[in-house]
Nanobody, 115 residues
């Protein structure tokens, strides 16, 4: 059973930075892709960034130019570096992985950005 555990969330002022981590219980090399989603109160869960198995990143408009997704296969960890944070980035951030027709999710980590 795959387990994903996020960490690194917290409270930060606008303009600040945070780095989220997602530790997987096993090798992440076998995942077709991994990504970060976020969900603000009363809103749907939206894709923030995704990274394919070969390492190609994709960014939603909300984070393009400010966020960087990366993975460390040796540490079985996915990262999201978030810079120039805005109050509208406030949400619970979820790690997601996909393999062989199944989606796996972490429990989420809260990010709050004050103005």
């Amino acid at each position: 059973q795959v387990q994903l555990v996020e960490s690194g969330g917290g409270l930060v002022q606008a303009g600040g930075s945070l780095r989220l981590s997602c530790a997987a219980s096993g090798s992440i090399f076998s995942f077709d892709f991994m990504g970060w989603y976020r969900q603000a109160p009363g809103k749907q869960r939206d894709l923030v960034a995704q990274i394919l198995g070969g390492g190609t990143p994709y960014y939603a408009a909300s984070g393009a130019g400010r966020f960087t997704i990366s993975r460390d296969n040796a540490k079985n960890t996915l990262y999201l570096q978030m810079n120039s944070l805005k109050p509208e980035d406030t949400a619970v951030y979820y790690c997601q992985a996909y393999r062989s027709g199944r989606h796996y999710w972490g429990q989420g980590t809260q990010v709050a950005v004050s103005s």
